[in-house]
């Protein structure tokens, strides 16, 4: 099974301040028609996850342009711009190049 | 709008089953392949089983759940169920239906709770 493996695990951050959050799998996400099937989630206390970006830099929609994804091969990595109070909560990564099973990381908690 | 809305959840003892079930709406579900993952309490998310489009013909699980877990759907009822027996403490968790590969669209949950 490929490993999703997530840093920081516990991320304080100041409003208005960037946030970055890296994912590294255990082996390349890159599948051979061409495509990287990594996908973030936000999971906002007390409620269920939310898909916010697909294929590593794809935002869904109505996702703030301030989420931004990056990365390639086994290394990416999840930014915010300028974190709002609304951008509390767990952020996870997930693998589905490489399936079954679905993985995912740990889970970043990020917190003001 | 993509809605998904699972019940069934609730106490049951060691060793019991239970059934969840998720409805889905908003969306051509015939169409759509779907799957279980489950979140216990506090921790990360975990990936049960996966069922295909259509009449459901592929299904697959996680190692930790495969022979007691059984996934189906019911598309004239836009829905999908999982079957939960020999049932341990290790069980415990919010359960989620999801819809297709990248996981695009999630119920709020349901809670099961596996105690004596």
């Known amino acids: 099974d490929v490993v999703m493996t997530q840093s920081p695990l516990s991320l304080p951050v100041t409003l208005g301040q960037p946030a970055s959050i890296s994912c590294n799998s255990s082996?390349?996400?890159?599948?051979?028609?061409?495509?990287?099937?990594l996908n973030w989630f936000q999971q906002r206390p007390g409620q269920s996850p939310r898909r916010l970006i697909y294929k590593v830099s794809n935002r869904d929609s109505g996702v703030p342009d301030r989420f931004s994804g990056s990365g390639s091969g086994t290394d990416f990595t999840l930014k915010i711009s300028r974190v709002e109070a609304e951008d509390v909560g767990v952020y996870f990564c997930m693998q589905a190049t490489h399936w079954p099973p679905f993985t995912f990381g740990q889970g970043t908690k990020l917190e003001i | 709008q993509v809605q998904l809305v699972e019940s069934g959840g609730g106490l049951v003892k060691p060793g019991g089953s239970l059934r969840l079930s998720c409805v889905g709406s908003?969306?051509?579900?015939?169409?759509?392949?779907m799957n279980w993952i489950r979140q216990a309490p506090g921790k990360g998310l975990e990936w049960l089983s996966y069922i295909s489009s259509g009449s459901g013909s592929f299904t697959y699980y996680a190692e930790s759940v495969k022979g007691r877990f059984t996934v189906s759907r019911d598309n004239a009822k836009n829905s999908l169920y999982l079957q939960m027996n020999s049932l341990t403490a290790e069980d415990t968790a919010v359960y989620y239906c999801?819809?297709?590969?990248?996981?695009?669209?999630w119920g709020q949950g349901t809670l099961v709770t596996v105690s004596s």
């Open positions: 082996q390349s996400l890159l599948y051979s028609d061409g495509n990287t099937y």
């Open positions: 908003g969306f051509t579900f015939r169409d759509s392949y």
């Open positions: 999801a819809r297709d590969g990248s996981l695009t669209s």
